[in-house]
């Protein structure tokens, strides 16, 4: 079983920074995909950034955001700078075995608890 406890959320203002945190146990390996989504009020969940035999990010977050992994310690970070308050959403970490990142949540098997971004004008 694969379990995977987010933090870092909060509540920033627009232009700060924040990161987020995702651990993973169980048999999730270096060469599985990990990935971040997120999830708007009323919107559907998007995937953000993805690790995994390649790198993904939205076009949204360009630049601005960059998806980490320390296999050692089996954690993925998601570094978030210049927020703006379009990034507010419950974030999500999701992780599939096999290295392929993909874009829809369904090739996901295992996702975290989520972990609220707010960001103020």
């Known amino acids: 079983q694969v379990q995977l406890v987010e933090s870092g959320g909060g509540l920033v203002q627009a232009g700060e920074s924040l990161r987020l945190s995702c651990e993973a146990s169980g048999r999730i390996f270096s060469r599985d995909a990990m990935a971040w989504f997120r999830q708007a009020p009323g919107k559907e969940r998007e995937l953000v950034a993805g690790?995994?035999?390649?790198?993904y990010y939205a076009d949204s977050v360009k630049g601005r955001f960059t998806i980490s992994r320390d296999n050692a310690k089996n954690t993925v970070y998601l570094q978030m700078n210049s927020l703006k308050p379009e990034d507010t959403a419950v974030y999500y970490c999701?992780?599939?075995?096999?290295?392929?990142?993909?874009?829809?949540?369904?090739?996901?098997?295992?996702w975290g608890q989520g972990t609220q971004v707010t960001v103020s004008s």
């Open positions: 690790s995994g035999y390649t790198t």
């Open positions: 999701a992780a599939r075995q096999g290295g392929a990142v993909y874009s829809t949540r369904y090739q996901y098997n295992y």
